[in-house]
């Protein structure tokens, strides 16, 4: 895995996380967003690509030591914000509740479903259905015959939708229903695999080498543009993700042919490796952080709220990361291997 994109990772999560905790801030959560979509998918590409054309790809594996990942850190996130969350305990709360335990929120078009308890994980819900669609769509990718039909049903079905949703339903179908952001995350795939390409020409590499300045600077331009349009492109627009993704794609394959520079310091791949704990706990933070100084009567300025917010989100991400999510995983994959 290139390492400068562990450091990308925490940079969009600081993105997502200034966008929930300045009311006046008007970009970062789409662009964010549909940036981690997309970079997931590169990053599959050029972790698994292999294995999944291997000859004893297990797909129950595969799927298993995804979800050993993603289920820990969904329940103690939920367990967290249920103090905050849980209104009730009418039929339908129970009902909202037991939705989101599974993980399936997303998949009901509901605002007060799919953006209950701890609101970002819907994003982890995505993530179950895009994992699990990964091993099929990149061999349909990877093969001329399948890759054609594939990309025509895909871009026709999200041109329909982009189209005819109504403003009022767009955040709920074009922006949270899994079956969309597959079309990010099948530009991730794309990405990765025209970046394999690349990286596998001589006279590629040989040309980044030489203007190593220059492709810095694509990068840089790219992470500008996308910045700019989330903060100019009115919100109704915003949540239809494919703004964002010729930037996105130029970015991420521009940092992988030239690693090193700022993205290479330990500090910001030491915070991009806890940045998907930072991401599932930062908003909890906010509302926690909020309600406490309320209770207490303490008024705190804006800037000194977001600082607070920023600071317990990295040091709970960083602690959640080492001494529970991680002890976990290791054990449930041990387990899996016995």
């Not at 091993?135 to 025509?152: D, N, Q």
């Not at 952001?181 to 990765?192: A, K, N, T, V, Y």
């Not at 949540?239 to 310091?265: E, K, Q, T, Y």
Request: hydrophobic share 55%; glycine share 6%.
């Amino acid at each position: 895995m290139i390492k400068e994109l562990t450091s990308l990772r925490f940079i969009l999560i600081l993105v997502i996380f200034f966008h929930h905790a300045l009311p006046s801030y008007p970009g970062g959560g789409d662009m964010g967003v549909a940036c981690f979509f997309v970079l997931s998918g590169f990053c599959y590409t050029l972790g698994y690509s292999r294995k999944v054309l291997s000859q004893d790809f297990s797909y129950g594996d595969f799927l298993k030591g995804r979800l050993v990942r993603f289920y820990p850190l969904h329940w103690i996130t939920l367990l967290i914000a249920i103090p905050i969350s849980l209104v009730g305990i009418s039929c339908k709360d129970v009902l909202i509740l037991g939705v989101n335990l599974l993980l399936l929120q997303s998949w009901i078009p509901l605002p007060e479903v799919f953006f209950s308890y701890n609101a970002v994980s819907w994003f982890l819900c995505d993530m179950v259905f895009l994992v699990a669609c990964f091993p099929v769509v990149f061999r349909w990718l990877e093969s001329t015959a399948y890759r054609k039909v594939f990309l025509i049903t895909a871009a026709t079905v999200y041109c329909i939708l982009c189209l005819v949703t109504p403003e009022r339903l767009r955040n709920a179908v074009l922006y949270i229903n899994p079956i969309v952001r597959l079309c990010d995350f099948s530009i991730g795939l794309l990405s990765g695999m025209w970046y394999q390409s690349l990286a596998r020409k001589k006279s590629v590499v040989d040309y980044v080498q030489g203007h190593k300045a220059l492709t810095a600077i694509i990068a840089s331009l790219s992470f500008l543009i996308l910045v700019s349009l989330s903060i100019f492109v009115p919100e109704e627009y915003s949540v239809m993700a494919w703004i964002f993704w010729p930037a996105i794609v130029v970015m991420l394959v521009s940092i992988s042919l030239n690693p090193g520079g700022l993205l290479a310091s330990p500090v910001l791949q030491k915070l991009g490796s806890a940045s998907f704990t930072f991401y599932m706990i930062h908003q909890l933070v906010i509302r926690y952080l909020a309600l406490m100084s309320e209770r207490a009567g303490i008024q705190l300025s804006l800037t000194s709220k977001v600082a607070v917010a920023l600071i317990l989100s990295i040091l709970f991400s960083l602690f959640l990361d080492k001494y529970l999510l991680k002890p976990i995983t290791s054990r449930l994959s041990l387990r899996r291997k016995i």
